[in-house]
């Protein structure tokens, strides 16, 4: 029986995210977004990023306290510290 609630709650997990593919600048961006966690997740600089929602004035702002991921629309960039690595990033497609 607890496996069954296992393969549930991975199964309830998986259709609360959404894979968004971007391309930014000269670089695509496959961002995977769990709404049930409020994180997104992505791999930049062959490290793989873990951010929690964070406050926003406007649009979606995840952060780990050295990266941030900010969207808002079609549209996202991609912060360290204070410094912007992925720019002009436009959602191409989106999935669940």
């Known amino acids: 029986m607890l496996a069954g609630c296992s393969?549930?709650?991975q199964f309830v997990e998986r259709m609360q995210t959404d894979t968004l593919e971007y391309q930014c600048d000269q670089k695509?961006?496959?961002v995977?977004?769990?709404n049930a966690r409020q994180q997104v997740s992505f791999i930049?600089?062959?490290q793989q990023l873990?951010?929690?929602e964070?406050?926003?004035a406007s649009g979606a702002?995840?952060?780990d306290g050295v990266y941030v991921f900010w969207s808002k629309g079609d549209t996202a960039t991609v912060y360290k510290r204070d410094?912007?690595?992925l720019d002009n990033c436009q959602l191409q497609t989106a999935k669940r």
């Open 28 to 30: 695509p961006l496959t």
């Open 50 to 52: 873990n951010l929690s």
């Open 83 to 85: 410094r912007i690595v």
């Open 61 to 63: 702002r995840y952060t």
């Open 44 to 46: 930049y600089d062959n």
């Open 7 to 9: 393969y549930y709650n």
């Open 54 to 56: 964070g406050l926003s």
């Open 32 to 34: 995977h977004r769990n």
